[in-house]
């Protein structure tokens, strides 16, 4: 059984950072791709990035470009988001998330098989 856990959310001013976490279990993830996705109050759930759990260029939505990383711990079988430059635009539910589709379908919230059950990250003006 797949499970994915997230931490690291929390409250931060804006122009602060943070790390997400999502530590990984119950799958031999390397032919996976893992994903970021966020969800904000009243809003539909929205891709952050993605990259592909054996590495290669991860992928970003344009509003989080140049400000968030995705990266891999291999020993520990976690993946992390980390989060610089924080705007009040920032604060959501972050979720992360699994599946086996092609490059040109990672944005795709529908795509991905196995979810986390998501971590608050809130962004104070």
């Known amino acids: 059984q797949v499970q994915l856990v997230e931490s690291g959310g929390g409250l931060v001013q804006a122009g602060g950072s943070l790390r997400l976490s999502c530590a990984a279990s119950?799958?031999?993830?390397?032919?996976?791709?893992v994903g970021w996705f966020r969800q904000a109050p009243g809003k539909e759930r929205e891709f952050v990035s993605a990259?592909?759990?054996?590495?290669?260029?991860?992928d970003y939505a344009d509003s989080v470009k140049g400000r968030f990383t995705i990266s891999r711990d291999s020993a520990k079988d976690t993946v992390f988001l980390e989060m610089n430059t924080l705007k009040p635009e920032d604060t959501a539910v972050y979720y992360c998330?699994?599946?086996?589709?092609?490059?040109?379908?990672?944005?795709?919230?529908?795509?991905?098989?196995?979810w986390g059950q998501g971590t608050q990250v809130t962004v104070s003006s």
């Open positions: 990259r592909r759990w054996s590495g290669g260029y991860p």
């Open positions: 119950g799958g031999a993830f390397s032919s996976y791709t």
């Open positions: 998330a699994v599946t086996r589709v092609v490059r040109s379908s990672w944005r795709d919230v529908g795509q991905y098989y196995y």
